[in-house]
């Protein structure tokens, strides 16, 4: 992020305004002022992203003071290896569908562009600079220790936790996660439970945004 500050004294009256590239004084341009950005990164199969992501995002945001929550849906996940999922290029659509509109959501294609298994330590890695809050449902931190090159994972972002049903806070304090807990009640809301729902012929509406429910009829998603 930039600065909109002005030059400093003796800069001249022919100082320009700020920009990416700095501020224009006398003797030519000058570097841009910058400050650290406090990114969250929440990360996921997406299959397919729906209100709990959202809301986690949102609690984070508010709560934490971030300038930007980034959904970066997972390219290739080592963890589910085992499991079926959804073609990178839909899970990426959804999620790109799922936030906009709001400005301070981003929705980042790095790791579906990403040769091989994805890896949250190399993502992390990439926001050099950043001051990075990694988000997780109490699932996922409960599980935190498992991933590749957890300790520095945990050395690279601060851990906020969504509460979510079946996992109590004392389950993630055992596995050893430092961790901040947002402030919203339990959504019973998951990826299995959609997909399930909608091969049983279930409606998903209400249950993600609208543009991607209609992203899932169009495109024949998770059919019965």
């Known amino acids: ?13 022919e100082a320009g305004p700020v920009s990416r590239y ?7 341009w000058w570097p841009p002022i910058l400050w650290v950005v406090r990114r969250g990164i929440l990360g996921g199969t997406f299959d397919p992203p729906h209100l709990a992501h959202l809301i986690a995002g949102e609690a984070a945001y508010r709560q934490l003071g ?16 085992n499991h079926q999922v959804t073609a990178a290029e839909h899970r990426w659509a959804m999620t790109a569908l799922a936030t906009s509109g709001v400005d301070y959501f981003s929705a ?39 991933w590749h090159r957890a300790a520095e994972v945990i050395g690279l972002a601060r851990v906020a936790v969504m509460p979510r049903p079946g996992t109590s806070r004392a389950g993630v304090v055992a596995a050893g996660v430092d961790a901040i807990w947002l402030e919203v009640p339990e959504v019973a809301i998951s990826g299995t439970l959609l997909r399930e729902r909608r091969r049983a012929g279930g409606s998903l509406r209400f249950f993600v945004r609208e543009g991607v429910y209609r992203y899932i009829e169009d495109n024949g998603l998770y059919a019965p």
């Open 66 to 81: 971030l300038d930007v929550v980034s959904f970066i849906p997972a390219g290739s996940p080592w963890q589910k290896v």
């Open 22 to 28: 700095g501020w224009r004084g006398l003797s030519g």
């Open 1 to 13: 992020m930039i600065a909109t500050s002005t030059p400093a004294s003796g800069a001249g009256s």
């Open 108 to 146: 980042d294609d790095r790791e579906v562009n990403r040769d091989g298994w994805t890896y949250t330590i190399e993502t992390l890695a990439e926001f050099p600079g950043d001051e990075l809050v990694l988000i997780l449902g109490a699932d996922a931190a409960s599980r935190l220790p498992t």
